[in-house]
């Protein structure tokens, strides 16, 4: 597929004869991209390109043929009249490695999706700590079957909303007595109510595997866009790299943060969440820098700008 992206091309030629593109518009993940790039080569129009992925690490070829996907990449992120990271450690990496800088823009809320204040403080001692998002990947099985035995020696519950929880069940592993096990929702407005109604914290880890260590960097967990607008507190547990962990730290007092995998620096996190004037002050926190980075007018005054330079925050049409 990667090999023959570049002949697909004609295709789309026919496919967009009809309305004769100003510009196209891709995003790095399988391998249209390259197809894109290639078609907007020959019409000589901007090609604008979207990176949320390393697409080097994700992109399932062997090993050995990595380095032709990476320098792949090279060539059509130096075409790009716009590279659009999704993260401040992936546009440094990149510019680093292909020479030419980006743009950070941020992944959005969906339209209509709004910060919640956060709760009254609860004065429950048995806290529940949720999480939502797939976890069949990176690792992070193992990272919340720890978060949950952790969490149950303090005597608090682990609440996951999963696609791996079919029809309400745990997977093998995570069937844990402290463990709550939920299937998605079909709205993210649906997810938001229901962490906001039955979780006191919402959890965030990152593998700490050395050899994730990159990934772990360039990769910026769009979770947190859905997290920060729940009013609840965050507790990000991963590497003092990873991109969740450097957002945290420079937006300041936003989210208790454990740089460590030991599982006793985690507990020590869990009891200072026990403070119910703690968790409402990250609450608060978390919904305003959300608000800054993830709204759809913060985004979307990104975007326009990194593909309309010189024009302002907003499209001519």
């Given at each position: 597929?990667?090999?023959?992206?570049?002949?697909?091309?004609?295709?789309?030629?026919?496919?967009?004869?009809?309305?004769?593109?100003?510009?196209?518009?891709?995003?790095?993940?399988?391998?249209?991209?390259?197809?894109?790039?290639?078609?907007?080569g020959?019409?000589?129009?901007?090609?604008?390109?979207?990176?949320?992925?390393?697409?080097?690490?994700?992109s399932?070829?062997?090993p050995?043929?990595?380095?032709?996907?990476?320098?792949?990449?090279?060539?059509?992120?130096?075409?790009a009249?716009?590279r659009?990271?999704?993260?401040?450690l992936?546009?440094?990496?990149?510019?680093?490695?292909?020479?030419?800088?980006?743009?950070?823009?941020?992944?959005?809320?969906?339209?209509?999706?709004?910060?919640?204040?956060?709760?009254?403080?609860s004065?429950?001692?048995?806290?529940?700590?949720?999480?939502?998002?797939?976890?069949?990947?990176?690792?992070?099985?193992?990272?919340?079957?720890?978060a949950?035995?952790?969490?149950?020696s303090?005597?608090h519950?682990?609440?996951?909303?999963?696609?791996a929880?079919?029809?309400?069940?745990a997977?093998?592993?995570?069937?844990?007595?402290?463990?709550i096990p939920?299937?998605?929702?079909?709205?993210?407005?649906?997810?938001?109510?229901?962490?906001?109604?039955?979780?006191?914290?919402?959890?965030?880890p990152?593998?700490?595997?050395?050899?994730?260590?990159?990934?772990?960097?360039?990769?910026?967990p769009?979770?947190?866009?859905d997290?920060?607008?729940?009013?609840?507190?965050?507790?990000?547990?991963?590497?003092?790299?990873a991109?969740?962990?450097?957002?945290?730290r420079?937006?300041?007092?936003?989210?208790?943060?454990?740089?460590?995998?030991?599982?006793e620096?985690?507990?020590?996190?869990?009891?200072?969440?026990?403070?119910?004037?703690?968790?409402?002050?990250?609450g608060?926190?978390?919904a305003a820098?959300?608000?800054?980075?993830?709204?759809?007018?913060?985004?979307?005054?990104?975007?326009?700008?990194?593909?309309?330079p010189?024009?302002?925050?907003?499209?001519?049409?």
């Amino acid at each position: 597929m990667y090999r023959s992206s570049h002949l697909r091309q004609p295709l789309y030629a026919r496919i967009i004869r009809a309305f004769d593109p100003e510009a196209i518009l891709t995003i790095s993940h399988g391998s249209s991209w390259i197809t894109a790039a290639a078609l907007a080569g020959r019409r000589g129009i901007p090609l604008h390109l979207i990176l949320h992925d390393d697409i080097v690490a994700m992109s399932g070829v062997a090993p050995r043929l990595r380095s032709s996907v990476d320098a792949c990449l090279g060539r059509v992120y130096r075409q790009a009249a716009s590279r659009l990271c999704i993260g401040p450690l992936m546009e440094a990496y990149y510019r680093g490695r292909y020479g030419v800088p980006g743009s950070v823009v941020y992944p959005s809320r969906s339209l209509g999706t709004v910060s919640l204040p956060p709760p009254a403080p609860s004065q429950r001692r048995s806290l529940v700590f949720g999480y939502a998002g797939s976890f069949r990947i990176h690792g992070y099985q193992g990272d919340l079957v720890t978060a949950a035995r952790v969490l149950q020696s303090c005597g608090h519950r682990l609440l996951i909303n999963s696609p791996a929880c079919v029809d309400d069940r745990a997977p093998p592993g995570l069937n844990l007595p402290n463990v709550i096990p939920r299937s998605t929702l079909p709205t993210v407005a649906d997810l938001l109510s229901r962490l906001r109604a039955e979780a006191d914290v919402v959890l965030l880890p990152m593998n700490f595997d050395p050899s994730m260590r990159l990934e772990m960097e360039l990769c910026f967990p769009s979770k947190l866009v859905d997290y920060t607008a729940t009013g609840l507190p965050i507790l990000v547990w991963a590497p003092a790299s990873a991109s969740a962990v450097r957002w945290a730290r420079e937006q300041g007092d936003v989210a208790e943060v454990v740089e460590s995998a030991e599982p006793e620096q985690l507990a020590a996190a869990i009891r200072r969440l026990e403070d119910p004037g703690r968790r409402q002050v990250l609450g608060s926190a978390a919904a305003a820098a959300g608000d800054a980075c993830f709204s759809q007018a913060a985004v979307g005054r990104a975007f326009h700008s990194a593909i309309l330079p010189g024009v302002g925050d907003t499209p001519t049409r």
